[in-house]
Structure formats: structure tokens, C-alpha cells
């Protein structure tokens, strides 16, 4: 707050300081890391090869994530590409019906980052966005930015950004949404930040992304382009042995009804 008692005006003072855009998936949580090591502790591999990470330790887990080379990591246990890549979206649009595989994913960056927004009483728009509808992600970024208001938003990402004023920052974890999202913002004062620990941005390993972040910013003016890691693996480790003790206790609970 400043002095008079006035909220700080973040649009005047900062670039992309008048709201926030934020991709769910991978920014805020790791819903599809956790939905993979449910199927993991459940032993629920749904005619999937699981035997290629089930053996793997928590942190060689969360580095087979981070290294994945596409989004939906149950593409990554089909390496025979003998399954069309839709019915595997699919599955895991099933698998994310649970609920509880959202409430144990830790959140990530972000919400420390946010406490900036909490202390200083901010009022911009902050909206969580994801491409495809899913029941459980408003009710979910709601607790995790608890005492901020946010809106849920989801389908076509121009759709969805028309919602938002010049002058925004844009969080996001996938590099074609980046691509797409310059094109819609082009002509305007906004700040594009890129989650950097994702393989499947990189067209070699992580070391070049598919798309030249300078060479956008050169072809589209006034637009500001960034990286950062949006991550913790201890974070998600700790969070693991918490997922685990919780399916231990609930096999417990069904032995002893039985």
C-alpha cells in the first residue's frame, strides 16, 4: 500500500503489471505428474508399458517429467507410437476426474510469488487458464491463491485472451501457446514469461527451444519475452511421500473393512 492509503498501481509502474494470465498445467501444479504416480501407487496401468518408470525413484520420477518430450506423459509410455495420441488425451482427461489428484499436487512458483499480490492488497485480474475444460481446476487454483480473486478460463487461447487489457504478464509452460499468444498480442505492452524446465518446449534436449524467444520479440514489437523455472523438485519429492502415505493409509483402511 502506499502512503495516502491508496492500492499500489501496478499498471503504471510496471510492464505487464495490469493483470496476470496464468496456465494452469504446469505452472500452478503438476496435476499430470501426480496423475501418473497415482496409476504408479494404484498399479492401474490401463494397458499401458508402466514398468518403464514404476521402479524409478521419486527424484529420477519428477526428472523423467521434466524431460519429457510431449505434454501428456502417457504418450511418453507409448513408445511404439501404437496408440493414436487423442485416445491418450482422452485417458488422461479420465484419470483427471479424480479430484483428489489435484488436492495432493503441491502448488508451484507461483503461489509464493503471489504473496507479493496478498500483502499489498493488489486488485489487477488474474485469470488461470487451461485448454480444455476441467472440473476440478476452479475450485483448485481457488484454494491455492486463497484471499485473491480469480477467474477460471478455458478453450481457444484468442478467446480466452480477449478477456484480458494491454499491458498484461502471461505465465505459461507450453511454447506453442507462447508462438500463438504473440500473434494475438502483437501491437501491444505485454510480458510473456516461459516455464524453461520442459523438454518438450526444446527441439534438442533443453538446450534450444523450438522457437527463437528473440526472434519473436524482434518480429513482434513491444512485447516482452522471459523464461524462469516455475518448479521445486523437493517440493514435489515432499509432496510425493505425502501422496504415498495417503494410499498406504486408505490400502490399510481396506484391509481391515474387508
Known amino acids: 500500500m502506499l502512503s495516502d492509503g491508496k492500492a499500489f498501481d501496478t499498471n503504471m509502474f510496471f510492464s505487464g503489471g495490469a493483470g496476470m494470465f496464468i496456465q494452469y498445467h504446469d505452472v500452478v501444479k503438476p496435476v499430470y505428474l501426480f496423475a501418473i504416480a497415482k496409476m504408479i501407487l494404484t498399479e492401474t496401468s490401463y494397458g499401458l508399458p508402466l514398468n518403464i518408470i514404476k521402479d524409478m525413484s521419486i527424484l529420477s520420477l519428477i526428472e523423467w517429467y521434466h524431460q519429457r518430450r510431449y505434454i501428456n506423459p502417457l504418450r511418453c509410455l507409448d513408445p511404439l507410437r501404437q496408440i493414436d495420441p487423442k485416445d491418450l488425451d482422452n485417458l488422461m482427461n479420465d484419470i483427471l476426474r479424480d479430484d483428489s489428484i489435484y488436492r495432493l499436487a503441491p502448488s508451484m512458483n507461483i503461489n509464493p510469488m503471489m504473496e507479493v499480490y496478498r500483502k499489498n492488497h493488489m486488485r489487477f485480474p488474474i485469470y488461470i487458464y487451461s485448454e480444455n475444460e476441467e ?4 475450485k483448485d487454483s481457488k ?4 484471499g485473491i480473486q480469480i477467474k477460471y478460463l478455458h478453450g481457444h487461447l484468442k478467446t480466452a485472451v480477449s478477456r484480458c487489457d494491454q499491458n498484461f504478464t502471461y505465465i505459461l509452460s507450453d511454447i506453442e501457446l507462447v508462438k500463438e499468444l504473440c500473434g494475438i498480442l502483437i501491437g501491444t505492452c505485454s510480458h510473456i514469461i516461459l516455464a524453461k524446465e520442459y523438454r ?9 527451444f523450438k522457437y527463437d524467444l528473440r526472434d519473436l520479440m524482434r518480429n513482434h514489437p513491444f512485447l516482452r519475452l522471459g523464461t524462469s523455472i516455475v518448479g521445486d523438485p523437493y517440493n514435489l519429492a515432499l509432496s510425493f511421500k505425502n501422496l504415498i502415505s495417503q494410499e498406504e493409509r486408505i490400502n490399510r483402511n481396506n484391509v481391515t473393512t474387508q
Do not use: Q
Request: proline share 6%; glycine share 6%.
Open 135 to 138: 472440473p476440478f481446476i476452479e
Open 200 to 208: 518438450y518446449n526444446y527441439k534438442d534436449g533443453c538446450k534450444t
Open 143 to 146: 484454494e491455492v491463491f486463497s
